[in-house]
């Protein structure tokens, strides 16, 4: 549903191989990709590595460090569903493994390009807020009963389970490409329902003296604004998620015409006290992603997420726990 129409979107990259034993999953991938090839396992690609140039691992978090590694032992550049791995360890080892053998590592961040983000980088790049002082950011939702067989839900963090190691990396990658490196982390971690975690809330204190406070929520029964971020000039407002997930959910192709687009009245605002003023949303761009992996591919530029940065996440995420367990700020 994803990484599917996102592949199938962009010059350059052809799907010629599928991985998957599930029978439905099969019969999906024979009808949207019909000149690819559907195998059960994935050790039956490794052999063709020479016929590939590519794998994107899309599979539950827990594997996604055996499978990355697999492909770079194979010679085969990767992309790796958030998160890289479970465990900051792994992931640290999984770029080492890539630099090692040449081979492009790359982490699927695409919430760097989401709608709202895109627009509030664009105000901050303009300096129109001035200088940041606080950024807000949500992914809540109300979800009061965990989902039968959902291993995000039933997972430990161990295994790639729970809200933190799904929304939480978003949250603090893009707080972190906002602001800079984190210097102290506070966190909170709940699992209100059982199973994994699912109610985070973390408190970053930024090199730059930014402040993040963000929100990752299954249990949310009223979800705050997705962003609010406080300049010294102005604040910025954006009360709804960007609507890529929902689209291709409902089966919009990345390269039709207004995909990514918003509707005026999902656009954010611009806040100066009791003034306000709407601002136009730049349309969200997952399909940015891919392209950038076509030209590292082909160019060798830098890959469009790097994998550093991956591991940066892990270890603030890592300090989150660190910090809800222990009941103190922890430094970084």
């Known amino acids: 549903m994803f990484h599917g129409p996102l592949l199938a979107a962009t010059p350059g990259l052809e799907v010629t191989t599928i991985v998957t034993a599930d ?14 090839a559907v195998v059960a396992h994935a050790d039956e690609v ?8 590519l794998v994107v691992v899309a599979t539950p978090s827990g594997t996604h460090a055996p499978l990355a590694s697999a492909a770079i032992d194979a010679g085969l550049s990767v ?25 492009m590592l790359t982490v699927f961040h695409n919430r760097r390009w989401d709608a709202e983000f895109l627009t509030l980088r664009r105000l901050v790049t303009a300096g129109t807020l001035g200088d940041v002082a606080r950024f807000e950011s949500r992914f809540e939702r109300w979800r009061p009963e965990r ?24 949250l603090v990658d893009q ?62 407002l954006a009360p709804y998620l960007d609507g890529q997930e929902d689209a291709l ?21 611009l806040v100066r006290g009791e003034e306000e003023e709407p601002v136009p949303s730049a349309p969200g761009r997952w399909v940015e992603f891919y392209r950038g992996v076509v030209r590292a591919l082909r160019d060798g530029v830098a890959p469009p997420v790097d994998p550093r940065d991956a591991v940066a996440v892990l270890e603030v995420l890592d300090a989150v726990r660190r910090s809800a367990a222990d009941r103190h700020v922890v430094a970084l």
């Open 175 to 236: 707080a972190r490409s906002l602001l800079g490196p984190v210097t102290h982390v506070y966190g909170e971690v709940a699992a209100r329902r059982g199973g994994s975690d699912d109610d985070v809330f973390a408190a970053l204190q930024h090199a730059s003296g930014a402040r993040s406070h963000l929100w990752a929520s299954a249990v949310a029964a009223a979800p705050g604004p997705r962003l609010r971020v406080l300049g010294t000039g102005a604040g910025y």
């Open 147 to 170: 989902t039968a067989g959902a291993w995000r839900e039933e997972l430990s963090a161990d295994d790639g389970g729970g809200v933190l190691l799904d929304l939480g990396v978003h």
């Open 46 to 53: 490794w052999p063709r590595a020479d016929e590939l140039d």
């Open 23 to 36: 029978a439905d999953r099969r019969s999906r991938a024979g009808r949207d990709f019909p000149r690819a």
């Open 249 to 269: 959910r409902a089966g919009r192709r990345p390269d039709e015409a207004g995909f990514g687009e918003e509707p005026a009245e999902c656009w954010g605002r």
């Open 79 to 103: 992309v790796v569903e958030k998160p890289l791995a479970p465990r900051v360890g792994q992931a640290r080892a999984l770029v080492e493994r890539a630099a090692a053998a040449q081979v």
